[in-house]
T-cell receptor, first 113, second 114 residues
Framework: EADIYQTPRYLVIGTGKKITLECSQT?????MYWYQQDPGMELHLIHY???????EKGDLSSESTVSRIRTEHFPLTLESARPSHTSQYLC????????????FGPGTRLTVT | KNQVEQSPQSLIILEGKNCTLQ??????????LRWYKQDTGRGPVSLTI?????NTKSNGRYTATLDADTKQSSLHITASQLSDSASYIC?????????????FGRGTQLTVWP
């Protein structure tokens, strides 16, 4: 079992609210990722980070933002939630140079009403 | 365009039976291919990772094969159990960057009936 955690696991929120999805890992991994996944569809990379103070946008355009102030913490923020943001958000991390393994958190299922 | 296609989209089998899931990819250059198991409402968990030089790898009742020439992979599940019910995702990584860009398939939804 990977040591990567996401909170909350489920969130139902109204349109226009600001939300932050938390992700933390205790493996000391440098690289962290956020993916978005709709039911029956593939995962899409929306943000990634090589390390502290490094953040990049992924392949899928997202209105969310991320920060990486500490190695273990990679929160995702939506300033104004909309129904189109309803999805599952998965956080992942990977470690040492040359390691192919990405470890995923349990995900946050977000519903915006 | 780099793509990963999986078949079948869904599969129902009886407990104790074997099954094989397919993955075709067009990703180039190629670094490695992974199979993940994703339970409903959970994050994916890695089953196997294969590089270019590997053509088979096992993890318990799961055996993955890779043909890098035809760009095909399969995941064979032996003596299925109810707990095998999940989505199985094929993921291919390229060598394009230190990030190891990942291309995800949509998964095969496997249901095992008692």
């Amino acid at each position: 079992e990977a040591d990567i955690y996401q909170t909350p696991r489920y969130l139902v929120i109204g349109t226009g609210k600001k939300i932050t999805l938390e992700c933390s890992q205790t493996m000391g991994h440098d690289k962290m990722y956020w993916y978005q996944q709709d039911p029956g569809m593939e995962l899409h990379l929306i943000h990634y980070s090589y390390g502290v103070n490094s953040t990049e946008k992924g392949d899928l355009s997202s209105e969310s933002t991320v920060s990486r102030i500490r190695t273990e913490h990679f929160p995702l923020t939506l300033e104004s939630a909309r129904p189109s943001h309803t999805s599952q958000y998965l956080c992942a991390s990977s470690g040492r140079q040359g390691s192919y393994e990405q470890y995923f958190g349990p995900g946050t299922r977000l519903t915006v009403t | 365009k780099n793509q990963v296609e999986q078949s079948p989209q869904s599969l129902i089998i009886l407990e104790g039976k074997n099954c094989t899931l397919q993955c075709n990819y067009t990703v180039s250059p190629f670094s490695n291919l992974r199979w993940y198991k994703q339970d409903t409402g959970r994050g994916p968990v890695s089953l196997t990772i294969m590089t270019f030089s590997e053509n088979t790898k096992s993890n318990g009742r799961y055996t993955a094969t890779l043909d890098a020439d035809t760009k095909q992979s399969s995941l064979h599940i032996t003596a299925s159990q109810l707990s095998d019910s999940a989505s199985y995702i094929c993921v291919v990584s390229d060598r394009g960057s230190t990030l190891g860009r990942l291309y995800f398939g949509r998964g095969t939804q496997l249901t095992v009936w008692p």
